[in-house]
C-alpha cells in the first residue's frame, strides 16, 4: 500500500500543524479561525501534537472530541502531558488514553500521504521514575521502537515527518533532563533521514536545526491555540511540501510575520518566560499571568 500511494503523486502537500489547543482554556476565537481555514483550504492532513485538554476533565475531552471530529479533513492526534488524568490515579495508571474514546481511530494514528507519512512518537508517560512531575516528556525504548520500525516499513524514498508532543531537546543548560532519551532519539530519526519532527508543548512557535551524531534533525514547534500563551498570540503552522522542500508559516489572527513569531531556542520548560535570557519571540506578547485554570 505504502509503495503504490508513493507512486501516485508528486504534486505539493499542504499539512495544517495545530498544537496546545487546551479545552478548558481554549480560546474560541483561535479555534474558529482554525476550524474555518481547514474547511475553506481543505489541506490534505492536519496534525495535532498533543495537550487537547487543560486537565483531562470528561466535559474537555467531550469538547475537544467534537471540535476534531467536525474537521472534515485526515487527522492524526497525538497525547500530551495534559491530556492524562489529574485527579483519577487509578485512571491515570491503568486507563491513561481511555478519555480520548471519541476519536480513538486518530490517536497516534500514522498518516499515509502521497510519497509522505506522518508516523507518531509517543513522549508521554503515566509516571516518571526520574523525576517529578511528570509534564516533560520521556521517549521509551518500546516508543522509539515502534516509531522507528513504522519508519522502516515504508519503502526508500518515502518522505517522512515524526509527531510527538514534546520537543526531543534532552537537556538543559544545567544538565537537567527535558526529554529523557531525546538524544538517542534525534540521533536514530536523523539516520533515518525524517525530513522533520513536529511537537508541540512549548506553546511558541519554532523552526530550528538539531545537530546530532548521525546528522541534523528539523525540529518544529506549533503554538497553542488556547490563552495560555507565552510570548505569542495563538496560531498554528502550514507546512508547504514541494518534493525535498518544506516551508513553514506560522499563521495567526493578529498577522505577525513568520520570523517574529518563532523563538530561536527551546526553552527549559513550558512555562511563560519570566527569567532574564529565556527565549522570547521578536513579537514579545508576553502575558503578565497565566490565566487561572478553575
Known amino acids: 500500500m505504502h509503495g503504490r500511494v508513493s507512486a501516485m503523486y508528486g504534486g505539493r502537500l499542504k499539512l495544517f500543524h495545530l498544537s496546545d489547543i ?20 481543505k489541506p490534505h492532513a ?12 470528561h466535559r474537555e475531552f467531550r469538547a475537544a472530541s467534537a471540535w476534531i471530529s467536525g474537521l472534515e479533513v485526515p487527522v492524526t492526534v497525538e497525547v500530551g502531558n ?31 500521504l502521497p510519497g509522505l507519512a506522518v508516523v ?34 515504508h519503502p526508500e524514498g518515502t518522505r ?8 526531543l531537546t534532552e537537556r538543559r543548560h544545567d544538565g537537567k533532563l527535558l526529554t529523557i532519551n531525546g538524544t538517542r532519539a534525534m540521533e536514530a530519526l536523523a539516520g533515518r533521514k525524517v525530513m522533520a519532527v513536529l511537537s508541540g508543548h512549548i506553546h511558541d512557535p519554532f523552526d530550528l ?30 507546512i508547504l511540501i514541494d518534493g525535498d522542500d518544506l516551508r513553514v508559516e506560522a499563521r495567526n489572527l493578529e498577522h505577525v510575520a513568520t520570523p517574529d513569531m518563532q523563538i530561536a531556542e527551546v526553552p527549559e ?14 513579537v514579545g506578547t508576553v502575558p503578565p499571568v497565566d490565566p487561572p485554570v478553575h
Request: with cysteine; proline share 9%; net charge positive.
Open 22 to 41: 487546551h479545552f478548558g482554556l481554549e480560546d474560541r476565537l483561535a479555534l474558529d479561525w482554525a476550524r474555518a481555514c481547514i474547511a475553506r483550504e
Open 46 to 57: 492536519v496534525a495535532i501534537t498533543g495537550d487537547l485538554t487543560m486537565r483531562a476533565r
Open 82 to 112: 495534559h491530556d492524562i488524568p489529574y485527579f483519577n490515579l487509578y485512571e491515570r495508571f491503568l486507563g491513561p488514553y481511555g478519555r480520548f474514546k471519541a476519536i480513538k481511530r486518530m490517536v497516534e494514528s500514522e498518516l499515509d
Open 120 to 153: 507518531p512518537l509517543r513522549t508521554t508517560t503515566r509516571a516518571q521514575y526520574q523525576r517529578f512531575p511528570w509534564s516533560n516528556g520521556w521517549v521509551t525504548g518500546k516508543a522509539l521502537a515502534q516509531c522507528l520500525a513504522a519508519i522502516d516499513a
Open 160 to 167: 517522512i515527518l515524526v509527531a510527538a508532543h514534546h520537543p
Open 209 to 238: 536545526v538539531a545537530e546530532t551524531a548521525a546528522g541534523p534533525l528539523r525540529m518544529i514547534g506549533a503554538g497553542t491555540l488556547s490563552r495560555r500563551i507565552r510570548s505569542t498570540p495563538p496560531s498554528f503552522n502550514e
Open 269 to 282: 520548560n513550558a512555562l511563560p518566560p519570566r527569567e532574564p535570557g529565556e527565549p522570547v519571540a521578536p
